[in-house]
């Protein structure tokens, strides 16, 4: 027997119903390389970045000024790649965070240096930014971020631990400074070195009192399918464990339920496609983050060289995308926590009406081939 679920219903429709020209967030990937990062765990570990020239500056400004009034939640991150390694990626920054986008950014934090620290705390509006720590030393840093050797001083120094402990120290106090409203946040994937006792709280000890959250997490599976071998064992209990240990402070978030590094084959229909878009350094336009990449080369729906973005959200390949399913159709399966998250809530829909063919459930034919006259836009904050 299958319930009614009024939740996965509603959000269902509310998906149907959602015009596919107002983005709630956009990924960048501006990035160009990860330095002398070569983090085994990587989601895109191994896989090729699409070929083709970076966008450059004044780009990924036309990208923000496409937009319009909308004001999408900007992540700025990569997969394969580091951002902060895009040479112009203060002033992306800027073209974002002057418009008052909000804008979150993920990054090893390498080369966060003054001039994007001054870009991420310029203007107002939300700014969120990420360090993936992954260590609370410099040796289990260097190990599980498989940090290549080098003979030059400066690339080696700019990933080291001490650098990395550095510039967040110095993002700390200018946010205290000029944006106390700015998060900064470390996250940390938990592999052998981190399960060891006392590990997890040498690495809060060194950043409670300049980052606002340090989240916790064990890594999913990568995008090829291989799963880590220095993953921890027990993975339940140690996150418990870590659950009692941490009780009482506040900046600790552990992701309880990251334990299961599998992917969800819960839903066979992509609902999140529908808000959401990624664009890769040499601006091609995906469904979501996790597809950026050539493996994935199918799942593009345009460039934003050759066709302005708005005319690329209304395009009838992004369109038919959404009716796709993923498994023999657009062939992913590889949806990050959040992505999965909402896709597998919503898939409950079709498991309590036992709906055969979710297509013919597809959004009203209307929206499809009428656009609405006047597009419901988002007011700057
Ligand atoms: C792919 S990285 C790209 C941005 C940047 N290079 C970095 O490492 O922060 C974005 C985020 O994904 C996380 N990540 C990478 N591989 C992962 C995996 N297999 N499981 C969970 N998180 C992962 C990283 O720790 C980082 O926080
Ligand atoms: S986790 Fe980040 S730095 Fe490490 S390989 Fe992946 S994209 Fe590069």
Redesign the pocket.
């Known amino acids: 027997m299958t319930t009614f679920d009024y939740t996965s219903d509603y959000f269902w429709r509310l998906a149907l119903a959602h015009d596919p020209r107002i983005l709630t967030q956009m990924e960048l990937h501006p ?1 160009l390389n ?1 330095g002398l ?1 070569r ?1 085994k ?4 570990h191994g896989q090729a970045l699409n070929a083709g020239p970076y966008l450059t500056g004044e780009e990924f400004e036309a990208i923000a000024a496409s937009l319009g009034e909308l004001r999408p939640t900007v992540i700025i ?7 902060l390694t895009h040479p112009d990626i203060a002033s992306i920054l800027g073209s974002f965070r002057r418009r008052g986008f909000p804008v979150g950014l ?3 934090g390498h080369n966060l240096d003054a001039s994007v620290r001054e870009a991420l705390v310029e203007g107002p509006g939300e700014c969120f930014v ?3 720590l ?1 260590a609370g030393n410099a040796v289990d840093y260097e190990r599980v971020h498989n940090i290549a050797p080098t003979r030059n001083s400066e690339m080696a120094y700019a990933a080291s631990f001490e650098n990395i402990l550095g510039n967040i120290r110095a993002l700390s106090a200018l946010k205290r400074e000029v944006k106390p409203d700015l998060k900064l946040r470390a ?1 940390i ?1 938990v592999f052998e070195e981190m399960a060891q006792p006392g590990k997890l709280a040498e690495a809060v000890d060194l950043l409670q009192d300049d980052v606002d959250l340090i989240r916790v ?1 064990i ?4 995008n090829d399918g291989q799963r ?1 071998e220095t993953l921890p064992q027990n993975r339940e209990k140690l996150l418990s464990r870590f659950v009692e240990e941490f009780e009482g402070n506040p900046k600790v978030r552990i992701l309880t339920n990251s334990h299961t ?1 599998t992917r969800s084959t819960a839903f066979s229909r992509c609902v999140v496609q529908r808000t959401q878009v990624t664009i890769d350094k040499s601006g091609n336009v995906f469904p979501c983050p996790q597809v950026a990449l050539a493996p994935y080369r199918n799942l593009c729906m345009g460039n934003v060289r050759e066709m302005p973005l708005p005319d690329i959200l209304v395009s009838a390949k992004r369109k038919a995308m959404f009716g796709l399913d993923v498994d023999t159709e657009l062939k992913c399966r590889i949806c ?2 959040k992505d999965e998250a909402i896709n597998a809530a919503v898939g409950g829909h079709f498991e309590a009406f036992n709906t055969a063919s979710p297509p013919a459930r597809e959004a009203p034919a209307r929206m499809v081939a009428e656009p609405v006259a006047e597009p419901i836009f988002f007011r700057p904050r």
């Not at 991150?77 to 951002?83: L, R």
């Not at 890594?219 to 990568?222: F, K």
């Open positions: 990035g990860c990062y983090c765990y990587c989601f895109g991150s990569g997969i394969a790649t580091d951002p993920y990054t090893k990420t360090i993936s992954d996250s994937l997490a890594a999913q599976d990568r880590l590094p990050d926590r």
